[in-house]
């Protein structure tokens, strides 16, 4: 990023482009805090260069939005989104694969907000879209379908979320291979249809399978691995394996609160599940603490009538 930012000081659009591509790859290793401010930049030189309805600008203008709703920071997301949402249908039409993947982008941040009725909806107008643009077994389409099951797991439509999580498993296995890290999320997202069926036993060696995979590909600090092994410490305590599951759940949390600040959801609901833990342990003074700060943080950043704040 310093090299970039020097040598090429006479090449505006030059610059942008690497800056917008350095932080993409940052946003995937999870270094959000440097790939906001890297995407920022280049943001800024295409604005000055290209103004701000050029299909550069915009798209960079949606990958902004993205990070900053990766990082929990909602109200500053929405504003990037929407409005790269309308600038791709204004200028490139409904069925261009950006714009349908700016709409799946959107459909993440409702989702994040809790608002899963408008997410399903932005996520199948985008799966229908892929489906018909690009057939069944593109990338992209698997990835929509991805997301609506997993809206459809989170609104407790479990068979229906089957139907499409288990496409994408095998859609993945064969196209990408076992150790793509998209593959791997089918895995762990499976694993969570499993847990919220109850079927602890089945569930297992697909977590497990996601969590080593994970390690393995990501790293142990990347913001998916730490969600992996936040679900394994998860499983485990739904399995009464308390023992087992605190240095997965500790694991998780410590990597939560360096990598993604302790006001980001997936931290909150770490923090939740560290009190849940403690208190299946009969450790009612430790966990007290630990929900305390759950509530406090959910309030503040999420409001009173989130799911969240009222679980």
């Known amino acids: 990023v310093e090299s970039v ?19 993409e790859t940052m946003g995937e290793l999870g270094i959000y805090e440097d790939a906001t401010k890297s995407m920022k930049d280049a943001l800024d030189i295409r604005m000055n260069e290209l103004g701000e309805n050029h299909p550069d600008t915009f798209k960079a203008i949606a990958s902004l939005g993205d990070l900053l709703r990766r990082q929990g920071r909602y109200e500053e997301a929405a504003g990037y989104l929407e409005d790269a949402l309308e600038k791709h249908q204004l200028a490139l039409g409904e069925k261009n694969h950006s714009t349908l993947d700016v709409r799946r982008r959107v459909g993440h941040l409702h989702q994040a907000q809790g608002d899963h ?3 399903e909806r932005l996520y199948r ?19 929509a379908m991805l997301n609506l099951g997993i809206n459809l797991r989170t609104q ?20 990408l291979g076992e150790d793509d890290s998209e593959t791997l999320s089918a895995f762990h997202r499976l694993a969570l249809l499993r847990i919220s069926q109850g079927q602890y036993d089945e569930a297992e060696p697909y977590q497990r399978r996601a969590l080593d995979g994970f390690r393995r590909v990501l790293g142990t600090r990347h913001p998916t691995t730490l969600s992996a092994a936040n679900d394994m410490g998860h499983l485990l305590q739904l399995q009464g394996r308390y023992e087992e599951a605190e ?16 006001d980001h959801l997936s931290t909150m609901e770490s923090i939740n599940g560290m009190g849940m833990l403690l208190q299946r342990q009969g450790k009612l003074e430790e966990a007290k603490p630990y929900f305390e700060e759950a509530l406090e943080r959910r309030l503040r950043i999420l409001g009173t009538d989130h799911p969240h704040t009222l679980a």
């Open 5 to 23: 930012q020097t040598e090429f000081e006479s090449q505006p659009l030059v610059r942008a482009q690497l800056l917008y591509v350095l932080a």
């Open 125 to 143: 107008e985008a799966l229908a879209g892929f489906r018909e643009t690009l057939g069944g077994d593109d990338p992209a389409t698997l990835s």
């Open 247 to 262: 240095p997965y759940s500790r694991q998780a949390l410590e990597g939560y609160r360096i990598v993604m600040g302790s």
């Open 117 to 119: 009725e408008t997410a």
């Open 156 to 175: 407790g439509r479990y068979e229906e979320a089957a139907e499409y999580l288990e496409v994408v498993l095998e859609g993945r296995l064969r196209i």
